[in-house]
């Protein structure tokens, strides 16, 4: 074949791009076998599009060409798979994960397969132009280029996080000056002061603060601290539900959990490794020049 080259090189790169990309965390990027297999084999057909379509182009076989774009375009319900797939999942959650979240994972899922047909495509490009070893360069630079735009912005570079003591007030929980709720009962006040944390987050930019009041990302954080540390909490016990609130004056937001293990060292990483979420970046400031 003459083009047995651009195609092999374009789908091993491919593959192996989204081999690379592959997630397995609390977050279920994915978590369970099943979503590995079918990753993998969409992955697959992904670097096939990709490496197919640039020797196609080359021919100028332009039936293949709108074929090939047509079973790309496939790709964008990969997105509404995985929003289904985690809303499903919901029902099931003691701390939910929110609309926001769950619509921030299934747009990273749909966009590494772009990246996989890019990665294909680019590899193919350079044997076709050059050689095999240009193939590999212009692979690893396509990889690399998505990598970087697919990197996600961690809240510990706009917000300062600390932990902060759960104070009880009459029947009033406070963490740090930050009011949480009320809690009648005496022993679930005893309990929440005996096995409680707390933090604050102090936003250090006028952006940082309009990404605080994002009420999907305060739900993000406290399914991320849930799904590591767990959480002491049943369906009849409201009381000890993780909360964010915030402080409408200064913009701060005091997180509140009773975890199944008390650890205040993960509990800050965990909450300083938690993404930004796009719906949540504070693009509204951006527009108006407030901040940069």
């Known amino acids: 074949m003459p083009h047995a080259q651009s195609i092999g090189l374009g789908l091993l790169l491919g593959i192996l791009a989204r081999v690379s990309m592959l997630r397995s965390d609390y977050r279920q990027y994915p978590t369970y076998p099943h979503g590995y297999a079918s990753h993998l084999f969409l992955g697959i057909i992904a670097a096939v599009v990709g490496s197919v379509a640039v020797p196609a182009l080359f021919?100028?076989?332009?039936?293949?060409?709108?074929?090939?774009?047509?079973?790309?375009?496939?790709?964008?319900?990969?997105?509404?798979?995985?929003?289904?797939?985690?809303k499903a999942l919901e029902e099931t959650q003691l701390v939910m994960?929110?609309?926001?979240?769950?619509?921030?994972?299934?747009?990273i899922f749909e966009a590494r397969y772009y990246i996989v047909i890019f990665v294909a495509a680019s590899a193919a490009f350079g044997v076709e132009y050059s050689s095999v070893a240009t193939g590999v360069v212009l692979g690893a630079i396509a990889f690399g280029?998505?990598?970087?735009?697919?990197?996600?912005?961690?809240?510990?570079?706009?917000?300062?996080?600390?932990?902060?003591?759960?104070?009880?007030?009459?029947t009033d929980i406070y963490v740090g000056d930050i009011f949480i709720m009320n809690v009648g009962l005496r022993e679930s006040r005893e309990f929440i002061l005996k096995n409680a944390l707390g933090a604050i987050l102090s936003p250090k930019t006028e952006t940082a603060r309009d990404t605080l009041a994002s009420l999907g990302q305060r739900q993000a954080i406290l399914h991320d601290i849930s799904g590591i540390l767990g959480v002491k909490k049943d369906l009849d016990t409201p009381e000890f539900t993780p909360i964010a609130r915030r402080d409408i004056e200064t913009g701060r937001v005091a997180v509140f959990m009773v975890p199944a293990e008390k650890d205040e060292k993960v509990f800050l990483e965990v909450v300083s490794r938690v993404p930004v979420l796009e719906s949540a970046r504070g693009r509204s400031l951006r527009r108006s020049g407030r901040c940069c």
């Open 145 to 170: 280029l998505g990598a970087a735009l697919m990197r996600v912005e961690k809240l510990e570079k706009t917000v300062k996080i600390e932990i902060a003591p759960v104070n009880i007030k009459g």
């Open 59 to 86: 021919e100028r076989e332009w039936t293949a060409v709108t074929f090939l774009v047509l079973v790309a375009q496939q790709f964008r319900e990969i997105r509404s798979l995985e929003r289904d797939s985690l």
């Open 97 to 107: 994960r929110g609309s926001d979240y769950i619509e921030s994972i299934a747009r």
